[in-house]
């Protein structure tokens, strides 16, 4: 959405403003802080080359929470996510400023080797992207390459436990050695799951994990965020207000790169303090 | 009129044609305010009108051209006398061209007598008839043509389609040119291999030992007997192909994966088009590189290192074979890599793996098909190539497998058999012909099956 769209939205908004509600674009309302505190963003600002892409945002993620991000398209919710894990390392132009911490260890810190941290911090990508390998290699691949398995027994049994905790277990037991590419989409993705819990992760970032996925296997990955969350963080980012409902405690919600409100989902769905907020959620704008 | 004339005179009636036929065109609809009640722009009725008078005329054209010398060679020996008409055909065909000599004024063999002359007389007289013949005919299609075409043009004319109609086809014609050329080429190689079969058994050819293809030419001649066993020039150029896949597999494969990962955008932007313009070097260029430069080196360092070096060397050709398809490798591994959907690196760096990890764990396994490709691809380059072993390789059609010793390869006999002054009926010269069979069978399934990997494996991702 180009810059100008975004502001006739934002003008659009100011000039349906009912009376006690604010539209504008400045301190994040709500409580950002969590009670049991796990990844810490305080004053975390992003840059592609000029462009400003997220302002000043500050959050706390507890611990066993699902925390669900939405907003409109280009609102930098996928940007704050791709920092939590430095993914936006890979982008030359791409700058961030701020402190991030992960249980109370400053992840941009120079000592901090990114590759250690992606191994603490998973990833799920909107698009299921299984490795072009068996399907035992691809949830192996991880183990593998940390050295978590000293043999082959032991890795057979994290490829095991993983498959089972993503849900798959079952249906791909008999044919561990075939393609992972040849499942359907939802078993792409709960592989794709699977092979991020096998590296033993603290947090999972999901962005828009059920974009490209049929209702039924919408479900089935949304009952797998919620058993999931009693072991790890999770963030979540989302177009689906109902998934955001369903799966998250709370929910962060974007604009223009600012975090415009933090709240428990109950609250932010029944009652939105800020206009945009309300606008969003109620699908008269993004 | 010359035929430069009546080409320009034609083009000219096209070009008439066409303003012709696009003013009726607006006139019948009645000016250009009513242009749009015309079925199409007034242009095409123009375009129209032009090809009608063109395209026929041209054909006659081309038509006469093929047609009439034999025509008017016919018509010439129904003139001679009884007597010349007799000759056997060697004989007549030289009288022919004594009459056609004499008669374009040029001196010839022998003497002129009553008859020679006579001939020329009547081969001048044919001549301008035909000219005059020629002339008429091609302006009357083109006159007619146009009139033809200008005379149908009304408001509901399809001429847009019509004249796409003509475009596409000659799109078509102009697609079918390399087709035919390669199915003509295929031909006569094939035909005249046959030939040499039917002098050298198929089997010594493809699997005799001793290649010495020069045959005697007088009876009494020493030494000449001609054997044609092509297993040295395959050994050779398989040598010479192993030499040069060795250099350029790593180093391409290496180059690609630094330009398609590692490297920042500026270094990218610099060290690609260097590359290919290092493709762009025209390989005799390599080759006397590889032979002033490479293999004296070659010979020194191996000498110093207590090898028989011969001057010319299988070595010095491969190495610089090599480096001549570096290029080629580094592009295409290079395209395969990029096809490589971002999202298996972006799965692969999640997953906690370091850049070189995900490289050579996830993308480079996912390339694979289509780097294996591009190799046939290379491997198949490398064996048409002809200018560096030339030059580089020697003439030595020794059965070797030491990269030190002279080798010859399958292109360089196919050179050194044909040039020169040859007959086209020994099996020496036949000889090149098989080997050319044999190279563009070999080259063909290795581009083919090159070109289905690579394609099979874009599909994959798409």
Redesign the interface.
């Known amino acids: 959405m180009s810059n100008a769209t975004n502001e006739n939205l934002v003008n659009l908004a100011a000039a349906r403003a009912e009376p006690g509600q604010t539209t504008e674009l400045g301190a994040t309302i709500g409580d950002v802080r969590s009670k049991n505190p796990f990844v810490v963003a305080e004053n975390v600002d992003v840059y592609y080359g000029d462009n400003h892409a997220i302002r000043n945002v500050t959050l706390e993620i507890g611990k066993q929470e699902v925390i669900a991000l939405i907003g409109p398209s280009g609102c930098g919710k996928s940007t704050f996510l791709r920092c939590l894990n430095r993914m936006n390392d890979s982008i030359e132009s791409a700058r961030v400023s701020g402190t991030i911490l992960l249980d109370g260890q400053d992840i941009y810190s120079r000592n901090l080797d990114p590759v250690a941290l992606r191994a603490r911090v998973g990833m799920v990508f909107q698009k299921p992207n299984p490795f072009p390998k068996s399907i035992y290699d691809n949830v192996a691949y991880g183990p593998r390459i940390h050295g978590l398995a000293a043999d082959r027994a032991e890795l057979d049994q994290i490829v095991r436990t993983s498959l089972e905790r993503a849900g798959l277990w079952d249906e791909v037991k008999d044919r561990l050695d075939d393609a992972g590419t040849g499942l359907s989409g939802g078993q792409q993705q709960r592989l794709c799951i699977a092979r991020t819990i096998a590296v033993g992760p603290e947090v999972i970032l999901m962005d828009e994990p059920c974009s490209a996925l049929d209702p039924i296997a919408t479900a089935r990955i949304e009952d797998l965020i919620d058993e999931l969350s009693e072991d790890y963080a999770i963030v979540v980012v989302t177009h689906s207000m109902q998934q955001a409902a369903r799966v998250s405690k709370r929910v962060a919600y974007f604009h223009l790169g600012t975090l415009v409100e933090v709240d428990e989902t109950d609250r932010i769905f029944t009652n939105p303090r800020h206009k945009l907020t309300e606008d969003y959620i109620t699908g008269r704008i993004g | 009129m010359e035929n430069t004339t009546l080409i320009l005179t034609v083009c000219l009636l096209g070009v008439a044609g066409f303003y012709l036929g696009r003013s009726r065109s607006l006139s019948v609809v009645g000016g250009f305010a009513a242009a749009r009640n015309l079925h199409s722009l007034p242009g095409y009725y123009g375009y129209f009108t032009a090809i009608w008078c063109l395209l026929p005329a041209l054909a006659v054209l081309t038509l006469w051209f093929v047609l009439e010398p034999r025509v008017v060679m016919a018509l010439l020996v129904d003139s001679l006398p009884q007597a010349q008409q007799d000759l056997p055909p060697g004989q007549l065909n030289l009288l022919l061209n004594n009459v056609r000599n004499f008669a374009a004024g040029s001196a010839i063999g022998g003497e002129t007598n009553q008859v020679l002359t006579d001939a020329a007389a009547v081969y001048l007289q044919l001549q301008a008839r035909s000219r005059l013949l020629l002339t008429g005919l091609v302006l009357a299609c083109a006159v007619l043509g146009g009139v033809i075409a200008w005379r149908r043009i009304h408001p509901e004319f399809r001429a847009r389609n019509r004249v796409e109609g003509i475009v596409m086809l000659l799109l078509v014609a102009a697609s079918s040119i390399a087709i035919f050329t390669t199915i003509g080429i295929v031909l006569s190689v094939l035909f005249e291999a046959v030939r040499f079969f039917g002098e050298v058994p198929i089997s010594d050819f493809l699997f005799g030992t001793n290649w010495s293809p020069q045959t005697a030419i007088r009876a009494d001649q020493v030494g000449s007997s001609g054997s044609f066993g092509a297993i040295p020039l395959f050994t050779g150029t398989l040598l010479i192909t192993g030499i040069a896949m060795l250099v350029a597999v790593p180093v391409g494969l290496m180059t690609a994966i630094y330009l398609a990962e590692y490297s ?2 500026g270094v990218r932007e610099i060290a690609k088009p260097l590359l290919e313009l290092l493709a762009g070097i025209p390989t005799v260029v390599y080759g006397f590189f590889a032979a002033l430069t490479i293999a004296p080196w070659v010979r020194r360092t191996g000498e110093s290192l207590g090898f028989e070096v011969a001057s010319e060397s299988a070595l010095a050709a491969g190495l610089v074979m090599g480096i001549m398809i570096i290029p080629l490798v580094s592009s295409l591994a290079d395209d395969a890599i990029k096809a490589v ?1 971002g ?2 690196r ?9 850049r070189s ?1 995900a490289m050579t ?2 993308i480079l ?2 390339a694979l098909p289509g780097i294996v490709g591009g190799i046939l691809l290379a491997v198949s380059r490398a064996i048409g190539e002809t200018m560096i072993v030339v030059m580089a390789a020697g003439l030595a059609a020794n059965l070797t497998a030491n990269p030190f010793a002279a080798v010859t390869t399958v292109t360089v006999q196919i050179v050194t058999l044909l040039v020169g002054d040859q007959e086209f009926d020994s099996a020496k010269t036949l000889a090149a012909f098989a080997l050319g069979l044999i190279l563009f069978i070999v080259t063909l399934i290795l581009n083919m099956a090159g070109l289905r990997v690579v394609r099979k494996y874009r599909e994959q991702y798409e």
């Open positions: 920042s955008r959907p999202s298996m972006d799965g692969a760096l999640g997953l906690g793996s370091t990890e764990k996830v396994p996912a």
